[in-house]
Nanobody, 121 residues
Framework: QVQLVESGGGSVQPGGSLRLSCTTS????????IGWYRQALGKQRELVAA???????YYADSVKGRFTISRDNANSTLYLGMSDLKPEDTADYYC???????????????WGQGTRVTVSS
């Protein structure tokens, strides 16, 4: 059973930046696919970024060029750097283990508790 604990959410103004963290147990090096989902109020859950152990990354079109996903094996942590934040980025963000089905990523079954990001002036 993989345990995931997120932190780093908060409130920022449009154009601001935040970095989310997801600490894993066991070590993130053992996790082949892992990523960040978000869910805004009244909207479907969306995969915003994914990371493979081999170094491949995926980004949703809505965050390309603004968000950066990265792994820190020494600290067993997955990061999501977010810059140029927009009000439409407001959501609860969840770290999750993934599996790859053909060319798509799907949830594998382990989720963090979520961290809220609010972008508002």
């Amino acid at each position: 059973q993989v345990q995931l604990v997120e932190s780093g959410g908060g409130s920022v103004q449009p154009g601001g930046s935040l970095r989310l963290s997801c600490t894993t147990s066991p070590n993130i090096f053992t996790i082949v696919y892992i990523g960040w989902y978000r869910q805004a109020l009244g909207k479907q859950r969306e995969l915003v970024a994914a990371s493979t152990r081999s170094g491949i990354v995926y980004y949703a079109d809505s965050v390309k060029g603004r968000f950066t996903i990265s792994r820190d094996n020494a600290n067993s942590t997955l990061y999501l750097g977010m810059s140029d934040l927009k009000p439409e980025d407001t959501a609860d963000y969840y770290c999750a283990t993934l599996r790859k089905v053909n060319s798509d990523y799907e949830p594998l079954g382990s989720w963090g508790q979520g961290t809220r990001v609010t972008v508002s002036s």
